[in-house]
């Protein structure tokens, strides 16, 4: 196209290849791709990954299965309890222990205000990235209350670090529940108040609709899960495909558009902050009493008043900070609903204290590789925004 | 379908061709030849009853000192029928196995990753460029024999500063 315009125009053109990253404030971490233009239009974008690699699954294999739990809080560091919660499951079904009632209906909470608190911040800097700077501080304003939860009950603001192989580390802190119903009463309306900025908006739908078109087929194809493949129609969600840690026991929907583009992922987006609102409201009215960590000696650790006053108690927790905790040889592949998609967890247990192999599936790298898909044939500013709509995590992507 | 149906009618497809299949926590993983992997992916993916259109991805274990050493994982969804299931093969270092990108275009990127990690060939595979390691690296960093503070010589962005290190 580019050889036939300089003939008749009779100037030269020729397709231009842009560096694109790694510090580019749009690429939300650092990402970089080398991008090639026919003047304003993208032919080809090719992804040059790695900047942010810590050798993730290395590390996991030379660390007891508690030592975990924090590396994979850093793996999406947006919603940090989704991601302990996926490996604290993977490694439950390995030792065949069940987390008890009152654990699961908190883990619940917790990875339901990570999806809240990860999706304000994507459309903060969604709304960012294609110029509308407006919405960010009304997210931060939220993010900071459910930051304020985090830290009352677990300490961590940004990684809570509160979920625990059998359970949770310690129970809710007093007062809580009060703050967390506050923060219910009011969120609807404040998503309402986030859809006047944007849902309407004349120049953000311009930006957005029919951009970054992403079919059914493709995303399959592509393996894009959550708000990417539900923008594309499919309504497929692993809490309800999957129930996993009692989410059968919640009434919500799933969010789905057919508008395959970055519209529709905003809107999915957007709708899945009620929706987990919705479930939020539910955990309060279904939270039970009783123990927040499962009882099962030399394998769970046991409740910290115990190690103080009883000799077994103290030896089991001895032998476990020493030597880990051991499962018995298999491999099993476990996976969640993470506000990004399908994040899974495949662990081959030896037998001793540390895993054999630990493959993390990032939905936010599966998801990335579709960025070619989506934006060829587009202007290069849209694909800011296209690359935006993906949500990516780099710390997830890279591992 | 269950696990175990899914693993007998592969079973009655492919009975030459599996190796083991072994059942851990309601979850089947079934090992077969690597010759066989195309034809079995392919099958797996277009019978109408299994209808795995989604790989959750390609991984690489590395067994040492196990012969052979490496096995590469295929996890499997059906979105239509709500079913997981998980193929292995077993691979002798410094053999090749046939890429699935042709089958699944995602595995493209998990097959990069599973090359550069392990140093396995993937034949056909489109693009086999390194992912996320630099360029000039020759080394595997998830087989087991290599070290985990990683090497001076091999790898050294990784090796500490304030080590002895010969400029």
Known sequence: ?399 | MTQNEIQEKLQAKFDEAIISSVEFRDQISVTVEKEKIPAVCEFLKNDPDLDFNFLSFVGGVDNLPAVPRFEIVYQLYSLKHNHRFRIKTPLEEGASVESVVGIWPTANWHERETAEMFGIVFDNHPDLRKLLLPEEWKVHPLRKDFPLQGSPQDTPDLWPKNTNREE
Not at chain 1, 128 to 143: K, Q
Not at chain 1, 292 to 299: Q, Y
Request: include cysteine.
């Open chain 1, 1 to 399: 196209m580019a050889e036939t315009l300089s003939q008749e125009s009779g100037y030269q053109s020729e397709i231009m290849e842009l560096n694109l990253g790694p510090h580019h404030p749009s690429t939300h971490g650092v990402f970089r791709a080398i991008v090639n233009l026919d003047g304003e239009i993208v032919l080809n974008v090719d992804p040059y990954l790695g900047y942010l690699h810590r050798g993730y699954e290395k590390t996991c294999e030379n660390k007891h299965y508690h030592q975990i739990i924090p590396l994979a809080e850093r793996c999406d560091y947006m919603a940090a309890s989704a991601n302990s919660l996926c490996f604290c499951l993977a490694v439950e079904k390995l030792l065949g222990v069940q987390a008890p009632e009152r654990a699961q209906v908190i883990r619940v909470m917790m990875a339901e205000l990570s999806r809240i608190f990860s999706h304000l911040f994507w459309l903060g800097t969604h709304g960012h990235d294609v110029g509308a700077m407006t919405p960010l501080f009304y997210m931060l304003r939220e993010r900071e209350e459910i930051m304020n939860l985090f830290e009352l009950t677990a300490g961590g603001r940004l990684m809570p670090n509160y979920l625990r192989i059998g359970g949770l580390i310690r129970d809710l802190e007093e007062g809580f529940l009060d703050r967390l119903k506050d923060f219910c009463d009011h969120f609807d309306a404040r998503v309402d108040e986030y859809e006047t900025l944007l849902t309407k908006n004349a120049i953000y739908m311009d930006r957005t609709k029919g951009i970054g078109v992403l079919p059914l087929e493709m995303a399959i194809a592509n393996g894009a899960s959550g708000p990417m493949i539900r923008g594309s129609g499919l309504a497929w969600d692993i809490r309800k495909s999957e129930p996993y840690s009692g989410y059968g026991n919640y009434d919500f929907n799933i969010p789905v558009e057919t508008g395959c583009d970055v519209y529709a992922r905003y809107l999915v987006r957007v709708a899945e902050m009620r929706e987990s609102n919705k479930i939020l409201k539910q955990t309060l009215d279904l939270l039970p009493g009783g123990p927040i960590r499962a009882e099962v000696p030399g394998v769970i650790y046991p409740p910290q008043e115990d190690i103080y006053t009883k000799m077994e108690a103290l030896i089991h927790h001895f032998m476990m900070v020493i030597e880990g905790i051991k499962p018995p040889v298999g491999e099993l592949y476990q996976v969640i609903e993470s506000p990004r998609g399908e994040m899974g967890c495949y662990i081959i247990s030896d037998g001793t204290g540390k895993p054999h192999r630990l493959k993390w599936r990032g939905p936010a790298f599966v998801n990335l590789e579709s960025l070619n898909t989506m934006g060829k044939g587009y202007f290069f500013a849209d694909l800011i925004a296209i690359l935006s709509s993906i949500d990516i995590v780099l710390a997830e992507v890279d591992r």
